[in-house]
């Protein structure tokens, strides 16, 4: 088995409910490739079915065409014919590797396939059942996003609301009354030693110099003269 296809790993595929289990156009158009070629096509007929037993679609064939849905017809066939050319068996390469034919075999069938699924007359009915079905898979798909995107937007602006409002809070806040006695108390110290650092040293009346507080103790003893 091939582990790729224009750059796509190999994904495990639910083969028992006919779901192809891949996100990205690159997986999921190999996927279809595989799923619709490999497991629910006759190697008899070469008839692709698009349902599972459960009626839900199984392949993309817009997708395994490389085109959008909803494309023309016109444009539906310029892509047929462009792939075709490009996986036709007489335009590959002689020196190809067995697993390569077996790679461009296989998307060369999905692509007849999906072209006959879109084009002919014969499966009208079965492309307008399958159209309507995808119509409202997208329609749900970008319903499902626009809530999602509401969704986010809401929350962010909530975010922001809140956040603002958690700063004016904190912006319009008093001061605590702790902080207000720490800084008062922190003032009153600065004063007083400020005011015990500017105190002068004044000449007394007997001639010894003294400061405003006379009652030091001292440990050698100090001679005063009397006159």
């Not at 599972?52 to 909803?70: A, Q």
């Not at 075999?105 to 499966?123: C, I, P, T, Y």
């Not at 004016?168 to 005011?195: E, L, N």
Request: hydrophobic share 35%; charged share 25%; proline share 5%.
């Amino acid at each position: 088995m091939p582990s790729s296809i224009l750059g796509a790993p190999l994904v495990r595929l639910d083969n028992s409910e006919g779901r192809v289990l891949s996100l990205g156009f690159g997986e999921a158009l190999f996927l279809q490739v595989i799923h619709c070629t490999q497991t629910y096509i006759s190697k008899d007929d070469r008839k692709m079915v698009f349902f599972s037993p459960h009626g839900e679609p199984l392949c993309n064939p817009y997708l395994i065409l490389e085109t959008e849905f909803g494309a023309s017809d016109d444009d539906i066939a310029k892509a047929y014919k462009k792939l075709m050319l490009q996986l036709h068996p007489d335009k590959q390469p002689v020196d190809q590797s067995e697993e390569e034919a077996e790679e461009v075999s296989r998307r060369f069938h999905a692509v007849m396939g999906a072209k006959s699924f879109l084009l002919d007359g014969e499966h009208l009915a079965s492309r307008r059942e399958y159209d309507a079905r995808l119509a409202a898979k997208e329609k749900a798909n970008t319903a499902a996003a626009a809530r999602e995107a509401t969704r986010v937007k809401t929350q962010a602006r909530q975010a922001a609301q809140a956040k603002a409002q958690q700063q004016k809070q904190q912006q319009s806040a008093p001061s605590s009354p702790q902080s207000t006695s720490v800084k008062v108390h922190s003032a009153s110290k600065t004063k007083a030693t400020t005011k015990s650092t500017s105190k002068k040293v004044e000449p007394s009346k007997g001639g010894i110099n003294k400061t405003e507080d006379t009652c030091h103790s001292y440990d050698t003893p100090v001679l005063v003269e009397f006159i």
